[in-house]
Protein backbone atom coordinates (compact mmCIF):
# COMPACT_ATOMS: atom_id res chain seq x y z
CA UNK A 1 0.00 0.00 0.00
CA UNK A 2 0.92 3.16 -1.16
CA UNK A 3 0.36 6.19 1.58
CA UNK A 4 1.73 9.81 2.20
CA UNK A 5 3.59 12.47 0.19
CA UNK A 6 7.68 12.51 -0.10
CA UNK A 7 9.62 15.07 -1.80
CA UNK A 8 12.65 13.57 -3.55
CA UNK A 9 15.46 15.37 -5.77
CA UNK A 10 15.74 14.47 -9.41
CA UNK A 11 19.56 14.58 -10.14
CA UNK A 12 21.12 15.47 -13.77
CA UNK A 13 20.66 12.20 -15.35
CA UNK A 14 16.96 12.26 -14.40
CA UNK A 15 17.09 9.32 -11.46
CA UNK A 16 15.13 9.66 -8.54
CA UNK A 17 15.30 7.81 -5.05
CA UNK A 18 11.53 5.96 -4.78
CA UNK A 19 10.88 6.62 -1.13
CA UNK A 20 12.37 3.56 1.15
CA UNK A 21 8.97 2.19 1.98
CA UNK A 22 7.48 1.98 -1.10
CA UNK A 23 10.66 -0.21 -2.30
CA UNK A 24 9.31 -3.85 -1.82
CA UNK A 25 6.12 -3.24 -3.35
CA UNK A 26 8.26 -2.49 -6.69
CA UNK A 27 11.03 -5.05 -6.30
CA UNK A 28 9.28 -7.42 -9.24
CA UNK A 29 9.16 -4.25 -11.09
CA UNK A 30 7.43 -1.49 -12.08
CA UNK A 31 5.62 0.17 -14.87
CA UNK A 32 5.93 4.49 -15.36
CA UNK A 33 3.35 6.10 -18.00
CA UNK A 34 1.40 9.47 -18.04
CA UNK A 35 -0.63 9.93 -15.30
CA UNK A 36 -4.19 11.87 -15.98
CA UNK A 37 -3.71 15.09 -14.60
CA UNK A 38 -0.33 16.18 -15.75
CA UNK A 39 1.48 14.04 -13.28
CA UNK A 40 3.26 11.06 -13.73
CA UNK A 41 1.82 7.53 -12.52
CA UNK A 42 3.15 4.36 -11.14
CA UNK A 43 2.05 1.09 -11.04
CA UNK A 44 3.92 -1.91 -9.04
CA UNK A 45 3.74 -5.27 -11.27
CA UNK A 46 0.14 -6.13 -9.76
CA UNK A 47 -1.08 -3.55 -10.34
CA UNK A 48 -0.22 -2.72 -13.90
CA UNK A 49 -1.43 -6.14 -14.67
CA UNK A 50 -4.88 -5.85 -14.11
CA UNK A 51 -5.13 -2.36 -15.40
CA UNK A 52 -3.47 -3.00 -18.49
CA UNK A 53 -6.09 -5.65 -19.08
CA UNK A 54 -8.80 -3.42 -18.46
CA UNK A 55 -8.22 -1.06 -20.57
CA UNK A 56 -7.00 -3.61 -23.45
CA UNK A 57 -10.90 -4.49 -23.73
CA UNK A 58 -12.15 -1.01 -24.14
CA UNK A 59 -13.39 -1.05 -27.72
CA UNK A 60 -11.09 0.26 -30.18
CA UNK A 61 -14.14 1.38 -32.20
CA UNK A 62 -14.74 4.01 -29.30
CA UNK A 63 -12.73 7.18 -30.38
CA UNK A 64 -12.12 7.74 -26.50
CA UNK A 65 -10.91 4.40 -25.80
CA UNK A 66 -8.26 4.48 -28.32
CA UNK A 67 -7.51 8.01 -26.95
CA UNK A 68 -7.27 6.79 -23.39
CA UNK A 69 -5.02 3.62 -24.67
CA UNK A 70 -2.57 5.83 -26.32
CA UNK A 71 -2.56 7.60 -23.23
CA UNK A 72 -1.72 5.33 -20.70
CA UNK A 73 0.63 2.72 -23.25
CA UNK A 74 2.47 4.95 -25.49
CA UNK A 75 5.14 6.59 -23.18
CA UNK A 76 4.52 3.77 -20.69
CA UNK A 77 8.15 2.19 -20.03
CA UNK A 78 9.33 -0.78 -17.83
CA UNK A 79 11.71 -0.11 -15.10
CA UNK A 80 12.96 -1.64 -12.13
CA UNK A 81 14.94 0.10 -8.99
CA UNK A 82 18.51 0.20 -9.27
CA UNK A 83 20.96 -1.19 -6.23
CA UNK A 84 20.03 2.55 -4.60
CA UNK A 85 16.77 2.13 -4.98
CA UNK A 86 15.90 4.94 -8.03
CA UNK A 87 14.57 5.15 -11.08
CA UNK A 88 14.78 6.57 -14.58
CA UNK A 89 12.73 9.53 -15.19
CA UNK A 90 12.92 9.76 -19.15
CA UNK A 91 12.64 13.27 -20.48
CA UNK A 92 9.60 12.99 -22.58
CA UNK A 93 7.69 11.45 -19.50
CA UNK A 94 9.63 14.48 -17.22
CA UNK A 95 8.44 16.88 -19.29
CA UNK A 96 5.12 15.74 -19.58
CA UNK A 97 4.95 16.68 -15.84
CA UNK A 98 6.99 19.41 -15.73
CA UNK A 99 9.06 17.72 -13.42
CA UNK A 100 12.85 19.79 -13.69
CA UNK A 101 14.79 19.14 -10.26
CA UNK A 102 12.43 18.27 -7.67
CA UNK A 103 9.69 15.89 -7.49
CA UNK A 104 7.11 15.06 -4.91
CA UNK A 105 6.24 11.19 -4.71
CA UNK A 106 2.28 10.71 -3.50
CA UNK A 107 0.93 7.34 -2.37
CA UNK A 108 -2.56 6.60 -3.79
CA UNK A 109 -3.12 3.51 -2.33
CA UNK A 110 -2.20 0.70 -5.36
CA UNK A 111 -0.11 3.42 -7.17
CA UNK A 112 2.35 6.49 -6.87
CA UNK A 113 2.04 9.95 -8.98
CA UNK A 114 4.91 11.53 -9.10
CA UNK A 115 4.29 15.63 -9.38
CA UNK A 116 6.32 18.62 -9.92
CA UNK A 117 6.39 20.39 -7.14
CA UNK A 118 3.98 23.38 -8.41
CA UNK A 119 1.50 21.47 -10.37
CA UNK A 120 0.68 19.67 -6.71
CA UNK A 121 0.73 22.69 -5.36
CA UNK A 122 -1.92 23.42 -7.52
CA UNK A 123 -4.20 20.14 -6.72
CA UNK A 124 -3.00 20.86 -2.98
CA UNK A 125 -5.00 23.57 -3.13
CA UNK A 126 -7.81 22.60 -4.97
CA UNK A 127 -7.98 19.60 -2.81
CA UNK A 128 -8.50 22.47 0.33
CA UNK A 129 -11.10 24.15 -1.32
CA UNK A 130 -13.01 21.41 -2.79
CA UNK A 131 -12.60 17.91 -0.94
CA UNK A 132 -15.26 18.60 1.19
CA UNK A 133 -17.36 19.17 -1.56
CA UNK A 134 -16.21 16.20 -4.09
CA UNK A 135 -16.26 13.95 -0.81
CA UNK A 136 -19.86 14.36 -0.43
CA UNK A 137 -20.44 13.90 -4.15
CA UNK A 138 -18.49 10.35 -3.86
CA UNK A 139 -19.87 9.27 -0.17
CA UNK A 140 -22.86 6.89 -2.20
CA UNK A 141 -20.12 4.84 -3.93
CA UNK A 142 -18.30 3.90 -0.69
Known sequence: MFLGR???????????????RFRDALADGLVLTRGIDRCLALYPMA????????????PISDP????????????????????Q?????PPEL??????DRDALVV???TSV????????????????DDGAEVAQRLASLI
Open 107 to 109: GVH
Open 47 to 58: AWRPLAEKIDAL
Open 85 to 89: GRILL
Open 64 to 83: DARTFRRLVFAEAVDLTLDT
Open 113 to 128: EIWSPERWASVSAALD
Open 6 to 20: HAHAVDAKGRMAVPA
Open 94 to 99: RAYAGI
